[in-house]
């Protein structure tokens, strides 16, 4: 009763779904609510045109609201719960060693499960693509439209240029968690030299800092709230929710007519006056598409499947992955995580009432580092970033806590959102008997490997097969080893020394023992303990798969525009270059520049 109440006082609704009649036209059909989506739709829709937005979820639940209830979104119903194909050289100690793969299914897509890290990559990143229409210089208008930067009078005067304060994505800071971690992690990393930068996403992009989140006045940012939720929207967007696009409709001349949607059971066709957009994401738009007939020949001759456009879909994804590091700290009375609050009441009444405290806070996960492991010194524990090279950041930590007792108390939920087998989980529980755990996440943020996305079945309502391939290359397990490596040291400084932090050395089948080779020990580790940083890119990329209007080779009226059209991964958190690839293709689109 009181959280119906409660809902009905949240000062923003989504919009209400449709239920789509078979052949009904629009000027555009986007389909896919997520980043790059709800981005795109809505801009068309505010600039008077009729646009379908289909969406396979629905609503975002209250708890994707909450920003410390992050982790217990993972494997929930607003999560595909993709499962990767696996490859035998990683995330051997996963069920079934498979890696989580998991993506948002509902209006927001994955901005409203994921982990609200407002960091924007490199400028050399959108540089190095190479690509006529999407160098930083192209883009920074884009990133600057949504940006509602609340915070910006508390960055230094050097950040102001690259920054607007009232773009519709309203950030800010996460609340404090009251966790004293979070300022020991900064203190340990100073230690070893590594500045504090107070904008990750300003001149300089290295340092640890605490970040901006996709949060605002304690609630989640996503794009449903950030764009669906506005009234100017909602009076001019039509949204289909629960509707799951199978197909994009291809005439004898490949052009695109529409597309056909399975919602409550029923498919039906809808069609575009004028164009279609997917902006389904890095797995559904490269599965929607080689479903209709565009992707590798041999694949879908393979699958049955009749050839529309011969092209790459679904090659050379890149995703950000990472060794799991779990540090065992002394227990000082912590309380902050999401099951140990809802057993403390007025904690879960503060929220509730103000939207603050503990809840409101994203654990210790704001606390982002981001260097260049080439300019960290092994030997002197010294990070000296005075080159150019140094500027361009190979590794980004995140780090989250574990209250003493908490796997134990939450052990299914910690399954469901983790995915580690019993083995690994019953040696974490143990350690967390007597210990708050510090759980490091060090992304390889320029990774070699490369995965592939193909259809695992005819049936387009059948998951894909997402072949991620971690450490497919050798030199992703060196970076892992020289990132723990680091972490080691950090576990040396006085700050975490004083409070008994160590790095927990699990027993993992195949591995020697950490005392036996401490190289070799890493090495498998990083084999056992793989994770996705859930940033995957590049199935559908520009010049490969679509032009740079990001037109799809082969077939007229047929764009994508989300994830899946980066060719090269960037060097920070992925949802805020999807939101912008939305808000550019209403541009190509609406031919202020369309040649
Ligand atoms: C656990 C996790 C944590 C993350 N943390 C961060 C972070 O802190 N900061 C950050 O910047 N990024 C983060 N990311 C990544 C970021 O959220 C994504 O990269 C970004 O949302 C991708 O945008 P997109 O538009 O390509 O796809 P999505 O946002 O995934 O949107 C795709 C949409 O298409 C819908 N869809 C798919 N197939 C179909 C179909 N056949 N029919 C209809 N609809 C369909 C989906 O349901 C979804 O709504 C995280 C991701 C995860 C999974």
């Avoid at 948002?104 to 994955?110: D, E, R």
């Avoid at 508390?154 to 979070?182: C, I, V």
């Avoid at 023992?513 to 580790?525: L, N, P, T």
Wanted: proline share 4%; charged share 20%.
């Amino acid at each position: 009763f009181f959280f119906e109440n409660f809902l009905q006082d949240l000062p923003y609704t989504y919009p209400t779904g449709i239920q789509l009649e078979d052949g009904a036209a629009y000027d555009y059909v986007v389909v896919g609510a997520g980043a790059a989506g709800a981005a795109a739709a809505s801009r068309l829709a505010l600039k008077g045109f009729d646009v379908m937005l289909i969406e396979a979820g629905g609503d975002p639940s209250f708890l994707s609201t909450i920003p410390m209830a992050s982790l217990g979104l993972l494997g929930s119903s607003l999560d595909w719960q993709y499962k990767t194909i696996p490859n035998n050289i990683s995330c051997l100690s996963s069920i079934g060693e498979q890696c989580r793969f998991s993506r948002g299914k509902s209006l927001g897509g994955t901005t409203a499960i994921n982990h609200m890290l407002y960091i924007r990559g490199n400028r050399y990143d959108y540089d190095r693509m190479n690509i006529s229409g999407w160098t930083w210089k192209d883009l920074e208008p884009y990133f600057l439209r949504y940006e509602g930067l609340q915070i910006l009078d508390q960055y230094p005067a050097s950040s102001r240029k690259y920054h607007n304060s009232n773009g519709t994505m309203k950030l800010e800071y996460f609340d404090d968690p009251r966790n004293p971690w979070h300022t020991r992690t900064v203190e340990g990393l100073k230690q070893l030299n590594i500045p504090f930068n107070k904008d990750l996403n300003g001149e300089y992009q290295i340092g640890v800092t605490k970040v901006a989140g996709y949060v605002y006045k304690g609630e989640r940012m996503s794009t449903a709230r950030g764009y669906l939720a506005r009234n100017d929207v909602k009076k001019n967007l039509k949204v289909a929710k629960n509707a799951f696009c199978t197909e994009v409709v291809i005439d004898d001349d490949n052009i695109a007519r529409g597309v056909t949607v399975v919602q409550n059971l029923q498919k039906v066709t809808i069609y575009a006056r004028i164009e279609i957009v997917l902006s389904a994401g890095t797995i559904g738009t490269p599965q929607i598409l080689m479903q209709s007939g565009v992707g590798p020949a041999d694949h879908l001759q393979e699958m049955g499947i009749s050839v529309r456009s011969n092209l790459p879909v679904g090659n050379d994804m890149s995703d950000h992955h990472l060794p799991v590091v779990i540090v065992k700290v002394d227990h000082g009375g912590l309380v902050d995580s999401l099951v140990g609050l809802t057993s403390k009441a007025p904690q879960v009444l503060q929220y509730l009432a103000s939207r603050s405290g503990p809840l409101a806070s994203n654990s210790l996960q704001d606390i982002v580092t981001l260097i260049n492991t080439n300019c960290y010194d092994f030997d002197l524990r010294q990070y000296s970033g005075n080159s150019s090279l140094c500027e361009l950041a190979d590794m980004q930590i995140i780090q989250s806590y574990i209250d003493k007792g908490l796997v134990a108390l939450a052990k299914p939920l910690v399954k469901q959102a983790i995915g580690f087998n019993d083995q690994v989980l019953d040696q974490i529980e143990k350690a967390n008997e007597n210990h708050g755990l510090i759980i490091f996440s060090p992304m390889v943020l320029q990774p070699y490997s490369r995965g592939t996305v193909r259809l695992a079945s005819i049936d387009p309502l059948q998951p894909p097969a997402i072949f991620a391939n971690y450490l497919g290359d050798e030199r992703d397990v060196e970076q892992m080893v020289k990132s723990i490596t680091f972490l080691e040291h950090l576990m040396k400084t006085q700050i975490f020394k004083k409070h008994k932090a160590s790095i927990l050395h699990l027993n993992l089948p195949g591995c020697p023992a950490y005392k036996c080779g401490r190289v070799e020990y890493w090495r498998c580790y990083a084999r056992h303990m793989t994770y996705s940083g859930y940033h995957a890119v590049g199935t559908c990329a520009l010049t490969r798969v679509v032009d740079e209007q990001l037109r799809v080779y082969g077939v007229k009226n047929l764009r994508v525009a989300d994830l899946s059209v980066l060719k090269n991964i960037i060097r920070g958190n992925t949802a805020s270059v999807s939101i912008a690839i939305g808000e550019r293709i209403v541009d190509f689109l609406t031919e202020e520049d369309n040649p």
